[in-house]
């Protein structure tokens, strides 16, 4: 079969959307299908939203292809007689967060309206699909709230899951993810000051953003525990990941009402690490049960302090919960052989 990956992009971002399209592209090879990968670049402008949105859908790939899979918005308003969506999130300043501080269009007539026609293009060009899913049951949710569209969740894996391996349960707590501030790993850095065990933190990734580099390098100075805290300021390949992960005690990934499980998750429970996260944290809360394969903590400093000291304190409950991790991808279905078996059925 000819399938065609479409998705849009930030210029120069790299990241998890992008991952999951260059991962599935080579799985669908190996199942022999020939596969192209697409993408557009795309700003969230509140002037030029509906404009871009109008070209992605003056272009048709029918001839060239027997199957179209979008991903990221709005690469769904491409024409396809046989489109399949896996939809990882909405363009979120304009639908979830449109009531705080991130709206991404004016209060007023004009905005609004754009607004309201963002929603409604989304709408009856994602209906269009012959499947649609979500990369979580929170995005299933926002989905059905905000589109009256019912979507299924299909869990993505990580590439290459048999390259991660346990080592042992050492004394770091291991956060590989972009730098930002969403992502919270200030929260870490404040929690460092109130363990009362010689708990280890090590922070790996870089951040769009240098100057937040500098902010996080000050935290870390300002802590009182810099001595147990490592910031490896820079872009962590997939083989860097694992050799994080294999000797570390746990994992920690706590970003705010993220839009899934996130690949850190995924990535420490392949590692037989327990997961490290917060009550507000989003889809992570669908892979992490508490207590079982790692620990929902208050999003305070002393919350996540107390889930860290807890984890140094009983090597053998961080060993248990690690175990479970793993059990977990297998429970939810997240690997490779289901996702394509669901997307070329």
Not at 32 to 41: C, D, I, N, T
Not at 152 to 161: A, G, M, N, R
């Amino acid at each position: 079969m000819r399938i065609v990956l479409a998705s849009s992009f930030v210029p120069f971002v790299n990241g998890g959307a992008r991952f999951i399209v260059e991962w599935l592209e080579r799985h669908l090879i190996e199942h022999g299908h020939q596969v192209e990968r697409f993408y557009l670049p795309f700003i969230e402008h509140q002037d030029e939203i509906l404009e871009q949105m109008l070209a992605y859908r003056l272009m048709s790939l029918e001839e060239h292809s027997d199957l179209l899979v979008t991903f990221r918005p709005p690469a769904h308003v491409l024409r396809h007689p046989r489109k399949i969506v896996w939809f990882i999130h909405h363009i979120r300043s304009f639908y979830d967060l449109a009531g705080t501080v991130h709206r991404g269009f004016t209060n007023d007539a004009k905005g609004r309206a754009v607004r309201d026609a963002l929603v409604d293009i989304d709408t009856a060009t994602i209906l269009e699909a012959k499947k649609v899913f979500t990369n979580s049951q929170v995005v299933a949710d926002r989905l059905e709230k905000f589109n009256g569209i019912r979507a299924t969740p299909l869990y993505p894996p990580v590439f290459q899951p048999e390259r991660f391996r346990h080592d042992a349960y050492g004394d770091e707590i291991v956060v590989v993810c972009r730098v930002e501030q969403h992502k919270r790993q200030a929260l870490l850095i404040e929690a460092m000051r109130h363990t009362t065990t010689p708990v280890r933190l090590r922070l790996c990734g870089l951040s769009s953003n240098p100057a937040y580099d500098a902010e996080i390098q000050k935290l870390i100075s300002d802590s009182g525990a810099a001595d147990r805290i490592v910031f490896e300021n820079r872009w962590i390949s997939e083989e860097e990941k694992a050799e994080k992960l294999a000797p570390a005690l746990a994992a920690a990934y706590l970003p705010i009402d993220e839009d899934s499980y996130g690949y850190p998750s995924l990535e420490a429970a392949h590692s037989r690490k327990a997961v490290l996260t917060t009550a507000d944290a989003g889809g992570v809360l669908e892979f992490v049960e508490d207590g079982r394969n790692g620990f929902v903590a208050d999003p305070t400093p002393q919350g996540v302090a107390d889930a860290m000291d807890r984890l140094y304190a009983d090597r053998a409950l961080a060993a248990r919960m690690g175990a479970s991790s793993h059990d977990r991808l297998r429970e939810m279905k997240i690997d490779w052989s289901h996702v394509v078996e669901s997307i070329v059925s």
